[in-house]
T-cell receptor, first 108, second 114 residues
Framework: EDKVVQSPLSLVVHEGDTVTLNCSYE??????LLWYKQEKKAPTFLFML????IEKKSGRLSSILDKKELFSILNITATQTGDSAIYLC????????FGAGTRLTVKP | ETGVTQSPTHLIKTRGQQVTLRCSSQ?????VSWYQQALGQGPQFIFQ???????GRGNFPPRFSGLQFPNYSSELNVNALELDDSALYLC?????????????FGPGTRLLVL
């Protein structure tokens, strides 16, 4: 079965550090790739990526998609304790397939 | 806040029982998807409803069933509960039938099966 694989599974950094989260997918009827932040329960939408090489940016967060190599990265610069969460990526085809997530912990 | 609501927030059931979870989608959204998220895992797609009809289904047994109503709210029913059904159940609403649109998640229902 096609999979969405995220790495690392967990990450502990200190405030001010920059982190890069990875997401690889196996394309079948690929439509888009989504990134979500999950703090307690409801995942909240961050980015939707459909085209290769075009960076999406929102404040300290940015993301880019490589459709040739079938992966995406999510960058967070100058991390803050409020960035602590599970970050999920999902490949959108006929349905949405999520990776297991990366648990990010930002220490003061 | 996404405007997607779910009830109840928490639920405890015993093996063999049946449960109904409810979801009200964001205003204007006609598509609702349900996911099961076990501890330490990403959400797993259960099924999707578009305009009151099932529009796709993940790898879940028939004892997982659903409904969508004319106002686009939805129910997830699980019969003959098993211990492994303990999880966070998320619903997400969107505008696009095919799932290419962004989905907005509700806060989830945490189900514990004893």
């Amino acid at each position: 079965e096609d999979k969405v694989v995220q790495s690392p599974l967990s990450l502990v950094v200190h405030e001010g550090d920059t982190v890069t989260l990875n997401c690889s997918y196996e394309v079948t009827n690929f439509r888009s790739l989504l990134w979500y932040k999950q703090e307690k329960k409801a995942p909240t939408f961050l980015f939707m990526l459909t085209s290769s090489g075009i960076e999406k940016k929102s404040g300290r967060l940015s993301s880019i998609l490589d459709k040739k190599e079938l992966f995406s990265i999510l960058n967070i610069t100058a991390t803050q304790t409020g960035d602590s969460a599970i970050y999920l990526c999902a490949e959108v085809r006929d349905d949405m397939r999520f990776g297991a997530g990366t648990r990010l912990t930002v220490k003061p | 806040e996404t405007g997607v609501t779910q009830s109840p927030t928490h639920l405890i059931k015993t093996r063999g029982q049946q449960v109904t979870l409810r979801c009200s989608s964001q205003s204007g959204h006609n598509t609702v998807s349900w996911y099961q998220q076990a501890l330490g895992q990403g959400p797993q797609f259960i099924f999707q409803y578009y305009r009151e009809e099932e529009n796709g289904r993940g790898n879940f047994p028939p004892r997982f069933s659903g409904l969508q109503f004319p106002n686009y709210s939805s129910e997830l029913n699980v019969n003959a509960l098993e211990l492994d059904d303990s999880a966070l159940y998320l619903c997400a609403s969107s505008l696009a039938k095919e799932g290419s649109g962004t989905q907005y998640f509700g806060p989830g229902t945490r189900l514990l099966v004893l």
